[in-house]
């Protein structure tokens, strides 16, 4: 659910302090990954990550074939109109 991704995200955003991780690497895989819910949520996840821990480095597995609807709503999210609104880095 949002409020559950909304609630990892504030638990994630304090890893550097509390463990010393810089980062995260998102890999979800089909078929859970392919589900349009978790698809959503993976971006609700991501944008409130970035928005409480600015600094924390956020990669993910970018796909050809085959194709992982949730990674690739993130990638499409970053990039919305050819604009990075900050969310991710670089691809």
Same mark, same amino acid.
């Given at each position: 659910?949002? =409020?559950?991704?909304?609630?990892m995200?504030a638990?994630v =955003?304090?890893w ?18 392919? =589900? ?7 971006v609700?996840? %991501?944008?409130?990550?970035?928005k ?7 990669t ?5 074939d085959?194709?992982v609807?949730?990674?690739?709503? %993130? %990638? ?6 050819g ?6 880095a =670089?691809?």
């Amino acid at each position: 659910s949002s =409020s559950a991704a909304i609630a990892m995200a504030a638990n994630v =955003s304090q890893w550097d302090k509390l463990y010393g991780i810089d980062g995260i690497d998102l890999d979800l895989e089909g078929p859970a990954g392919n =589900s349009p819910s978790i698809a959503n949520n993976m971006v609700v996840f %991501v944008k409130e990550l970035r928005k409480l821990n600015p600094t924390f480095i956020i990669t993910q597995p970018v796909y050809g074939d085959p194709q992982v609807k949730s990674e690739n709503d %993130v %990638v499409e999210m970053a990039y919305p109109n050819g604009n990075s609104n900050g969310y991710i880095a =670089s691809v």
